[in-house]
């Protein structure tokens, strides 16, 4: 049972800065592109960012210049820097881990980002 454990999430005021970290077992994180998507309230789940195995990374235009995603491979771990934070940025996140060898991708259980004043 592969699983993905998300953190860093909470209440923060417009302008302010979240970080997000997701964990993994080092079998999976090794060979897998870590991302995040995001749920608002009544929205569709969207795509915030994503890192590929050799670094690559691309993001969601609303989220340019504001948001950096990175990864640790010796802590197993992918980060979601949050900077500038606005309301409609108010979400459930949840990490993502994609094994392109086996076209199998994997979802944690999401941590919740509101900002609000």
């Known amino acids: 049972q592969v699983q993905l454990v998300e953190s860093g999430g909470g209440l923060v005021q417009p302008g302010g800065s979240l970080r997000l970290s997701c964990s993994t077992s080092?079998?999976?994180?090794?060979?897998?592109?870590m991302g995040w998507y995001r749920q608002a309230p009544g929205k569709q789940r969207e795509f915030v960012a994503r890192i590929a195995t050799n670094d690559f990374t691309n993001y969601a235009d609303s989220v340019k210049g504001r948001f950096t995603i990175s990864r640790d491979n010796a802590k197993n771990t992918a980060y979601l820097q949050m900077n500038s934070l606005e309301p409609e940025d108010t979400a459930v996140y949840h990490c993502?881990?994609?094994?392109?060898?086996?076209?199998?991708?994997?979802w944690g259980q999401g941590t919740q980002v509101t900002v609000s004043s």
């Open positions: 080092g079998s999976i994180f090794r060979v897998s592109a």
């Open positions: 993502t881990a994609y094994v392109t060898a086996q076209n199998t991708g994997y």
